[in-house]
């Protein structure tokens, strides 16, 4: 067991188990249920059948005591190396029956005030976990002033918005559902809607021991997102290439008298044939990893630091958005932003916090001249005297080098 693992079982070792009424119909419920998330189809398929979800069938589904275990959390070849980061809330463990009640409610437009927007709406798995919109679009077509982050890989990063005004992915999630121009809401509204709803009152009452409460939804909601995890790109295949070739690179040459060794190295090409980057990629994650400087701020096994910076967008009118600022009050702060991960960046144009980016060629060429000059600039800016070809091999390895698979998952079969 990781050392992830053990501080996670140390953070829920004192909490009571939501499912602790199905330890005495069966032992097992109290051992934990080891899954790969990103990898597990099941995790996200949804309760079985066709059609609404109905009482009964969501009756069955939550009787069964497996579906209450707390999950024993791994993740999948690339994102793994960001193990040490994840991050479940005590009070909030991971079990596959409120993962699936997540499910529903993040697909359900019933949460907003005219049954038209869901949190799909805004993070949406057919624009990879974004909207191709320049800002999120609520209840009557209203529009936000940021663009929708993405709601993937989320299980490793704690504040949550473009300003980390959300401590936990648990608080943001039920921030929309009040907000007057995303859902339109009130969490009262809410919970009296869930309530009145069979299917829903029997899951809650069987997920958690207190019930339908906004806390809960936003629980549920939280364990879905953090199931939604990325898989490997052919940049972590190549990176394996490149490790093994370093670390052994006195044995190539004698490979065929270490017959494991071959095989290893042999498995490894084998894989980046089935991943392949083009030559124009391959030279754009060295100029990435060098000359490019992005792992200034993309760093680590999810492209993040998780900081916040002013790049200076948007910063050139009167009246900018100073993001962090608003929440810190602290003068370094103003105009500064998120860093969002680069796994999958390719699927979810525009970019920046207010999608004024509708390209990456674009992001790489604001990036290239050092962004746009303000008092509060941080000061990983610099001009990168990249060629034109240099900046097109960048973009070439955000597209090719860092785009892998996104978990299957069931977006309809919603409650009756």
């Known amino acids: 067991m990781s050392a992830a693992f053990g501080t996670v079982a140390a953070l829920t070792a004192s909490t009571i188990r939501p499912a602790a009424v199905f330890a005495a119909e069966n032992e097992s419920a109290n051992t934990k249920s080891a899954v790969v998330l990103g990898e597990d189809e099941s995790l996200l398929s949804g309760i079985p059948g066709q059609g609404l979800l109905s009482v009964e069938q969501a009756t069955e589904w939550m009787s069964k005591p497996e579906v209450h275990q707390e999950l024993q959390i791994d993740l999948p070849k690339g994102i793994k190396a960001a193990l040490g980061n994840v991050f479940i809330p005590a009070d909030n463990p991971m079990t596959r029956a409120k993962i699936e009640l997540g499910r529903q409610l993040y697909f359900d437009p ?45 299980i490793v990063s704690q504040a949550q918005f473009w300003d980390g005004r959300a401590a936990t992915l648990e608080d943001q999630a039920i921030g929309p559902i009040a907000n007057p121009i995303e859902m339109g809401n009130t969490h009262d509204a809410c919970i009296a809607d869930l309530a009145a709803n069979p299917v829903y009152k029997l899951q809650f009452n069987k997920v958690f021991e207190d019930g339908i409460s906004i806390e809960n939804v936003g629980r549920a909601l939280a364990a879905f997102e953090r199931a939604i995890v990325t898989g490997p790109t052919p940049y972590d295949f190549q990176k394996d290439l490149d490790t093994f070739e370093t670390v ?53 096994a999810n492209f993040t630091d998780e900081q916040y910076h002013n790049l200076g967008v948007g910063m050139e009118v009167d009246q900018p958005d100073l993001g962090r600022y608003e929440i810190t009050k602290d003068e370094k702060d103003k105009g500064a932003f998120k860093t969002p991960t680069l796994r999958n960046i390719a699927l979810s144009p525009p970019y920046m916090h207010d999608g004024s980016q509708e390209t990456l060629e674009e992001v790489v060429a604001w990036y290239n001249k050092g962004g746009h000059p303000n008092k509060w600039l941080s000061d990983k800016m610099k001009p990168l005297n990249l060629t034109k070809q240099e900046e097109a091999d960048v973009v070439a390895f955000m597209k090719e080098g860092l785009t892998g698979a996104f978990p299957k998952i069931q977006t309809g079969r919603l409650p009756l």
């Open 110 to 154: 019933r949460l907003s005030s005219d049954n038209t927007i869901s949190c799909a709406s805004c993070h949406n798995p057919a624009e990879g976990y974004g909207a191709q919109t320049r800002f999120g679009v609520g209840v009557d077509g209203q529009e936000g002033g940021r663009n929708s982050p993405v709601s993937y890989n989320r």
């Open 248 to 300: 052994f690179a006195d044995d190539l040459e004698y490979l065929d008298e270490e017959p494991e060794l071959k095989e290893q190295y042999d498995a490894i090409k084998a894989a980046i044939e089935k991943h392949p980057m083009s030559e124009s990629a391959k030279r754009g994650m060295k100029l990435f990893f060098g000359k490019a400087n992005c792992t200034a701020c993309h760093a680590g």
